[in-house]
């Protein structure tokens, strides 16, 4: 248990730390200069087009190299926070809770709340709720993928449903 709460504690500061740097300090967009400066893929990435907070993101809209960065930042969105609702998860099927899925999911929409908040009022920023949901769905996905193997291995043990 203390093991799920020093995570816990990591993992929210690591968020807020995220969460109040201005863009500046978090680009990428000098590393990949370097490592993608003969472009792969570019042919194959022109073709994908993301509406984003009612804006066309593409090569053609935004460049090659701010396209990847900007595909790598909403990645690490759904998947950063597809792995902090599993440690909530974790955390809340040792406290015993019958429905530590829909917690940890609804504690991943609060946590992308509060850091798209921070994100409003740190300057360089914007904090926007496209990107709480984006949080959610990384959420859903990685609780729904875990619950799914966690209910395959069961009933491979014989049927026995995993409650804890």
């Not at 978090?26 to 590393?31: F, R």
């Not at 969105?77 to 974790?90: D, K, M, P, Q, R």
Request: proline fraction near 2%; include cysteine.
């Amino acid at each position: 248990m203390k093991k799920n709460i020093f995570l816990i504690v990591i993992t929210l500061l690591v968020i807020s730390l995220a969460s109040t740097m201005s863009y500046e300090q978090q680009t990428i967009v000098p590393q990949l200069k370097t490592l993608l400066k003969n472009e792969p893929f570019k042919e194959t990435l022109s073709k994908i087009e993301v509406v984003y907070w009612g804006n066309l993101i593409s090569i053609e809209t935004k460049g090659y190299i701010y396209f990847i960065e900007f595909m790598i930042r909403k990645a690490t969105h759904f998947i950063g926070y597809g792995i902090v609702s599993l440690i909530f998860y974790t955390f809340y099927r040792k406290l015993g809770w019958r429905l530590a899925p829909l917690f940890a999911i609804g504690t991943v929409f609060i946590i992308g709340c509060i850091d798209e908040f921070l994100q409003y009022h740190t300057p360089g920023r914007t904090g926007i709720f496209d990107d709480v949901l984006l949080d959610t769905s990384g959420a859903i996905f990685f609780i729904l993928i875990t619950v799914i193997i966690q209910a395959f291995i069961a009933k491979r043990k014989g049927g026995r449903r995993i409650t804890r």
